[in-house]
């Protein structure tokens, strides 16, 4: 179950008196933040409710709102944001004595106050505090997405159809926030219709490891030309040669292990399984590597694990030698 089902389920049962949002997934945090404000129809204005940030606010008035009873209505919610001592961050933005505040209201907390914590980062459960915390509170952790669920929640808030879900969902590398992104793309773009898996080819642009993609197809069919114009197109585009190298070294791994697979007669679904990664690159790498050998690969990932060798202690420029290497590749033998 999701994040956002859990979430779901929360709104329907009704809000617990303490509620954690935490997580290292930093947009999904943020998402989750958006979505219990709006569930709350939170106010600055309404006196029942109060919200501090703790990085930028005094702490002691978020801890009297804690410890206060509420003056105009039954009840209080505070949400208290960055409660960094909680995490395994370094940092703090609670002395000593407000900590223990803090550790007597989850001891004894007012029924008339519920609480919401929203914590970017890790708990740090060796901490007495938070293993209190975790007996009070229910929690609710933001963790990276599947591709299945990035597909089911963004059919819940949307009208948009799976397949065109799905094909963003590659586009987007399986990132919720830039997903999120390109969804609002395509929608502008449509002006209301349908949106459609060619609006998505046309409007979404290529991802950098799309672009590497590419680049391997040019290098393996010996375009040369092609491939060095598309390196230099990327580094017009801001990406830098070093970050092309890597992506471009892990993509010749995933080849070689996918090609090694292969010869075992290992079926796509068998492959993402055992490499545990999306299932978009490895259905591209099983169409590139075909007609490839291993041992092609195995000279070709050797050659960029030099390249990256001697990028890093050559005092040569790294450009004459990222070209160097990829003239070697695309005239090696297949």
Do not use: C
């Not at 995490?87 to 001891?107: A, G």
């Amino acid at each position: 179950m999701s994040v956002f089902n859990e979430f779901e389920k929360i709104k329907n049962e009704g809000l617990p008196q303490i509620l954690v949002i935490f997580g290292e997934a930093d947009d999904m945090v943020q998402e989750l933040k958006g979505q219990i404000l709006d569930f709350v129809n939170f106010e600055p204005t309404d006196l029942s409710q109060a919200y501090y940030d703790l990085t930028t606010t005094n702490a002691n008035l978020a801890l009297e709102e804690l410890e206060s009873f509420p003056f105009f209505s039954d009840s209080r919610l505070v949400i208290l944001e960055n409660l960094v001592n909680l995490t395994t961050v370094k940092k703090s933005v609670l002395d000593e004595k407000q900590l223990k505040r803090f550790e007597n209201f989850l001891e004894n907390p007012s029924s008339t106050t519920q609480l919401v914590l929203i914590l970017h980062g890790k708990l740090d459960s060796r901490l007495k505090v938070v293993k209190k915390l975790k007996s009070q509170a229910y929690l609710l952790e933001a963790t990276e997405l599947k591709t299945s669920e990035l597909i089911q929640y963004f059919g819940q808030v949307t009208l948009l159809k799976k397949n065109v879900l799905e094909k963003i969902a590659e586009k987007s590398n399986d990132n919720f926030s830039i997903m999120k992104q390109n969804i609002d793309l395509v929608q502008t773009y449509a002006l209301g219709r349908e949106v459609t898996t060619d609006d998505v080819e046309k409007v979404v642009p290529k991802s950098l490891q799309d672009n590497i993609f590419a680049l391997t197809d040019l290098i393996f069919k010996g375009k040369i030309d092609e491939a060095r114009e598309l390196v230099h197109d990327l580094t017009l585009q801001g990406e830098d040669l070093i970050k092309i190298l890597a992506i471009l070294t892990n993509s010749y791994r995933l080849y070689l292990q996918v090609k090694l697979m292969q010869e075992k007669r290992w079926q796509e679904q068998q492959q993402v399984s055992f490499l545990k990664i999306h299932p978009y690159p490895v259905k591209l790498a099983n169409q590139l590597v075909r007609k490839l050998s291993s041992d092609f690969l195995k000279k070709s990932l050797l050659e960029l694990i030099q390249l990256d060798f001697a990028v890093k202690t050559s005092v040569a420029d790294k450009a004459y030698l990222f070209d160097i290497t990829l003239i070697k590749l695309t005239l090696k033998k297949v």
